[in-house]
């Protein structure tokens, strides 16, 4: 165990040395492209520093989405907006006729779904089974009695959660051949918890190639493609969960990698004294009570650190280190009462400054 963590820790080193190197050569790389290309026109000679800053802010998947871009081409912020409208086309719970729509209608009959669709749900399964089912995709029962989206402010009472428990178990959700989904009838799934790192997934994907950096950023769920004009990493924030919203605990410096926060401050609301927060514990049907206030995962798969983020919050803090550890992952936990946590190794892989102590 130790020694495959050390293992882990060795590779991912040596990732973040070939990482830095890939990202001199592009720096290189670029410099001489500019360089080639002052050199023929009349134009003032650009430097590796003149990548254009384009940005972005758009409202998909109930979330303020936010992209900045350096040395895009023209249109390719009009193509992300494509692809998050084609995302949330298909995965929204609420848009009559997406493939989860049409997985939470079936009412009990087998229906083929999008290959994309697929993979998040076989994904979900496995992130689902090794975390104990904390993170549950058939929590939507749930998610729709709470209705935090909504705004109705309301706890849901005893009787409803009673009908609706039994309809939470991601063992009864059958993923079958050819791209086929299979549900009992009256269950339901909700790809809140997952579906923003698939798509921040497909996006960096999709732009990486064609730009110099930029991060992609999704409500908490950010991806940092490539690098920064001035051949710097990109400095990522990690928010205060006892301070006000845009205050930052700490600041993690990445590149090539997404960072995925969950935290129980996102979306809530109080009563009596009391928060009621969007992470739900499938067992007791209630918001998460663990100790956790936020989880934040750095991975280069979006999809599993949004995942394993929500997971983390129910698991709370020791069952979440634990699992972080034994799936050779990295990430920050911070307790409710601002006490900050990182996996083993965690500030040897990224440089990481701490703001505020608790
Ligand atoms: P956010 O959507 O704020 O980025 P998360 O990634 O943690 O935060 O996802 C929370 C969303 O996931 C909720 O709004 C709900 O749709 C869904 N959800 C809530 N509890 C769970 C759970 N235990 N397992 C899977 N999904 C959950
Ligand atoms: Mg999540």
Redesign the pocket.
């Known amino acids: 165990m130790i020694h495959c963590l050390h293992s882990i820790r060795q590779k991912s080193r040596l990732r973040i040395l070939l990482r830095s190197l890939c990202l001199l050569m592009s720096c290189l790389l670029f410099m001489t492209s500019c360089a080639a290309a002052s050199s023929v026109g009349s134009a003032p000679a650009p430097t590796a520093f003149a990548a254009e800053r384009t940005s972005g802010v758009g409202f998909y998947f109930d979330?303020v989405v936010t992209i900045v871009l350096y040395g895009a081409p023209e249109g390719l912020m009009d193509e992300i907006w494509a692809d998050c409208a084609y995302y949330e086309n298909l995965l929204s719970k609420t848009i009559e006729g997406s493939d989860v729509d049409r997985i939470n209608h079936a009412e009990g009959k087998t229906i083929t779904v999008h290959p994309e669709t697929y993979e998040i749900l076989r994904r979900a399964r496995e992130v689902s089974d090794a975390s104990g089912h904390?993170?549950?995709?058939t929590?939507a029962p749930l998610?729709e009695l709470w209705d935090?989206t909504g705004g109705t402010e309301r706890m849901p009472t005893e009787e409803e959660l009673r009908t609706s428990l039994p309809l939470v178990n991601d063992d009864l959700m059958v993923l079958g051949e050819g791209n086929t989904v299979t549900l009992p009838a009256g269950m339901k799934i909700?790809l809140?918890?997952i579906a923003?790192g698939y798509i921040a997934d497909q996006i960096a994907e999709h732009i990486r190639s064609r730009v110099l950096g930029g991060t992609l950023n999704f409500?908490?769920?950010v991806y940092a493609v490539g690098i920064k004009p001035d051949a710097s990493l990109f400095r990522i924030g990690i928010r205060d969960p006892l301070g006000a919203e845009g205050e930052s605990i700490a600041v993690i410096s990445l590149s090539d990698l997404s960072i995925v926060t969950?935290g129980i401050y996102?979306?809530f609301f109080e009563k009596d004294g009391i928060r009621y927060h969007?992470?739900?514990?499938?067992e007791t049907g209630l918001p998460s009570d663990s100790d956790l206030a936020s989880a934040t995962i750095v991975s280069d798969s979006s999809m599993t650190a949004?995942a394993v983020?929500?997971?983390c919050?129910?698991m709370g803090k020791d069952l979440a280190l634990k699992y972080l550890q034994e799936n050779g992952m990295n990430g920050i936990l911070i307790t409710r009462d601002g006490k900050l946590f990182t996996t083993e190794g965690f500030e040897d892989l990224f440089p990481l400054t701490v703001l505020t102590s608790y």
């Not at 904390?134 to 995709?137: E, R």
């Open positions: 979330t904390a993170f549950s995709v929590v998610t935090f909700d809140g918890g923003k409500g908490g769920n969950s996102e979306r969007h992470i739900l514990n499938p949004d983020a929500t997971a919050i129910v």
